[in-house]
T-cell receptor, first 115, second 114 residues
Framework: DQQVKQNSPSLSVQEGRISILNCDYT??????FLWYKKYPAEGPTFLIS?????DKNEDGRFTVFLNKSAKHLSLHIVPSQPGDSAVYFC??????????????FGTGTRLLVSP | NAGVTQTPKFQVLKTGQSMTLQCAQD?????MSWYRQDPGMGLRLIHY???????DQGEVPNGYNVSRSTTEDFPLRLLSAAPSQTSVYFC?????????????FGEGSRLTVL
């Protein structure tokens, strides 16, 4: 049972346009949502996060939107650049008594930004 | 500025062999964890540790052992390798007090079991 789903395996966008990556989740106990970016042969790197008490968080060209009622979040990249071409993972976490928050990852969306 | 360092980067094993994937972090993070990434599956948690001497199982722990004798190191042991353990393994660290659970990942170790 996949708790975090990224239904689009790939997305192609032209440079300068908006990229929208989507993610759905099923567990209402998740309290933080994160996006990671991964280049080939490298580890994932943190991009942006959002708390479940917010509906939007912005960091430069990257904005994450959260719709709790729909259990849906999206990452907007504006404007898209060729260097943004990578695999993007959505992840969700829930507070635990030990303080360690187990991240549950989606399967990833490969973004290709063409010049 | 090393961050999280994993060795080896590549390894080929025969079925039944054992090996240890090494992981070290220099950020003094309390939490460390191991994930595996398989095609179409995303990253799945194998084992994690909340401090020296304390470890616990994640989503897919079978066939793996861990220990945490120091804050810096968190090795992952494959006891008897199986082809199903062919994967890319990522070690990660995080700090207590991070509300988001943000992880800092190593570059990964690609393991092939024949």
């Amino acid at each position: 049972d996949q708790q975090v789903k990224q239904n689009s395996p790939s997305l192609s966008v032209q440079e300068g346009r908006i990229s929208i990556l989507n993610c759905d989740y099923t567990n209402s106990m998740f309290d933080y949502f994160l996006w990671y970016k991964k280049y080939p042969a490298e580890g994932p790197t943190f991009l942006i996060s959002i708390s479940s008490i917010k509906d939007k968080n912005e960091d430069g060209r990257f904005t994450v939107f959260l719709n709790k009622s729909a259990k849906h979040l999206s990452l907007h990249i504006v404007p898209s650049q060729p260097g943004d071409s990578a695999v993007y993972f959505c992840a969700a976490s829930a507070f635990s008594s030990t303080g360690f928050q187990k991240l549950v990852f989606g399967t990833g969306t490969r973004l290709l930004v063409s010049p | 500025n090393a961050g999280v360092t994993q060795t080896p980067k590549f390894q080929v094993l025969k079925t039944g062999q054992s090996m240890t994937l090494q992981c070290a972090q220099d950020m003094n993070h309390e939490y460390m964890s191991w994930y595996r990434q398989d095609p179409g599956m995303g990253l799945r948690l194998i084992h994690y540790s909340v401090g020296a001497g304390i470890t616990d199982q994640g989503e897919v722990p079978n066939g793996y052992n861990v220990s945490r004798s120091t804050t810096e190191d968190f090795p992952l042991r494959l006891l008897s390798a199986a082809p199903s353990q062919t994967s890319v393994y990522f070690c990660a660290s995080s700090y207590h007090g991070s509300n988001t659970g943000e992880l800092f990942f190593g570059e990964g170790s690609r393991l092939t079991v024949l």
